[in-house]
């Protein structure tokens, strides 16, 4: 095997490490690392998590012991050359006598970046940054965004029939089907599975209170795959009309999970201290004029404060047209089903006034698309989470 694709081996070995720490990293980035010996042999590994605080070339660092002299880490991020909650890992790497290191990308912290691969050149390990790059970028785009601007990184997702339907017309219009059985998902087990995996990525979760009131959802990550944090359950509800026996409200009561954070603009006192009395966080924020609901940047600017780094909407037609009205979508991740709801009656995407010239419309570029059985997904990008 030649000496690149040896690299290109070892560096895809640490991003899975790197990948394990999802769910467990965050607000930091998802770092892992590889240690090889003078004869590329892994004689270290490590994933960094937040509860671990010790950083993923520390750990691999740690596992090869004399064996990492002379050897190279392989990293899909720079280590870092600061006093943190941690000492700087690029004097433990100098220390430890790694010759070389192959790292996928700098720290998009522009505070810091590059500091590291300047300290571990200085002296005098030979350092070669880029391969995989692409790979590395996409892992830690959520913490890019917050790091840089203060703000998650906001995810637009969506299940729809072909013709772009998130859900048929609300029963109240449907008198006259009396009878006829509904519900029903709009995609296949295997496609919500894999919203499951989304959820798990986030920090957070945001709806609306429509969502709230004609679903009745939980909300909750159910990949079975371990968290730090409890995902953040964020609702839109200005007035706060979410029900106090919503399995949402009852899950946190019952719980006491913390993990419901109601946004309202102004509502009955009484209503506010119930749902406090049952666990659920309430925030006022300004309202916005023009509708009297909450500023949306308002919203993603107070999760940045909480840690938040990522932010899945899931909804309803409301709430994702009020998130691209306000250019709050970072990227898009839309389900669809081979199915076809039609009808005026039927929930669009996103309802509202929408954009009025193609040459308005909001662009997805940097397309991936991806099959769940027989529905598909697109996954693509508004704005780019790095900023350039
Ligand atoms: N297939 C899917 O992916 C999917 C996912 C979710 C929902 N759905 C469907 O979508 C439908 C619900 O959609 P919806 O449009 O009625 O409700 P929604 O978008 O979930 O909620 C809209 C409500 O959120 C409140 N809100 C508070 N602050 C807001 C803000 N800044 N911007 C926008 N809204 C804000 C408003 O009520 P107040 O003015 O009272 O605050 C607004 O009426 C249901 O049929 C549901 O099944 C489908």
Redesign the pocket.
């Known amino acids: 095997m030649s000496a690149s694709s040896v690299d290109e081996q070892l560096l895809q070995r640490a991003l899975e490490l790197a990948r394990a720490g999802i769910g467990l990293a965050s607000p930091n980035p998802y770092v892992g690392a590889v240690i090889a010996d003078v004869d590329g042999n892994i004689v270290g590994t490590g994933t960094y998590t937040y509860s671990g605080i010790r950083h993923a070339e520390v750990l691999a660092l740690e596992a090869a012991g004399n064996k990492a002299r002379g050897g190279t880490l392989y990293i899909n991020l720079e280590p870092h050359a600061h006093q943190g909650r941690t000492p700087p890992c690029t004097d433990a790497l100098i220390a430890a006598g790694i010759r070389r290191v192959v790292a996928s990308m700098p720290d998009p912290n522009p505070k810091v970046s590059g500091l590291g691969f300047e300290k571990l050149r200085a002296a005098g390990v030979h350092v070669e940054v880029g391969q995989l790059k692409d790979e590395a970028r996409r892992l830690n785009e959520g913490f890019a965004r917050y790091i840089r601007h203060g703000t998650p990184l906001v995810t637009l997702?969506?299940?729809?029939t072909l013709d772009g339907k998130?859900?048929p017309p609300?029963s109240e219009a449907l008198k006259a089907d009396a009878g006829i059985p509904t519900g029903g998902w709009?995609t296949s087990e295997i496609a919500r599975a894999h919203v499951q995996e989304l959820r798990h990525q986030n920090d957070a979760l945001l709806?609306?209170?429509?969502?709230?009131l004609?679903?009745n959802p939980l909300l909750t990550d159910r990949s079975g795959r371990v968290r730090r944090r409890p995902l953040l359950r964020v609702i839109?509800?200005?007035?706060l009309?979410v029900p106090l026996d919503s399995r949402l409200v009852k899950s946190v009561a019952e719980g006491r999970t913390n993990d419901v954070l109601i946004?309202y603009a102004s509502a009955d006192e009484q209503k506010r201290a119930k749902l406090e009395e049952l666990g659920v966080r309430v925030e006022k924020l300004p309202a916005?004029e023009a509708?009297?609901?909450?500023?949306?940047q308002a919203i993603f600017r107070r999760l940045g404060t909480l840690e938040i780094t990522s932010v899945m909407i899931?909804?309803?037609?409301?709430?994702?047209w009020?998130a691209l009205a306000a250019n709050a979508v970072d990227k898009v991740f839309l389900f669809y089903a081979p199915k076809i709801l039609a009808g005026t009656g039927s929930?669009p995407f996103a309802?509202g006034a929408g954009f009025h010239h193609l040459n308005q419309a909001a662009q997805v570029k940097h397309l991936q698309l991806h099959r769940f059985g027989e529905d598909f997904a697109v996954e693509g990008y508004l704005r780019a989470p790095y900023g350039e």
Request: aromatic content about 2%; hydrophobic content about 45%; proline content about 5%.
């Open positions: 997702k969506a299940a729809m998130i859900a609300p709009i709806v609306g209170a429509g969502t709230i004609s679903d839109l509800d200005s007035r009309r946004f916005v509708d009297g609901r909450p500023d949306l899931e909804g309803g037609a409301t709430v994702n009020a929930i309802a």
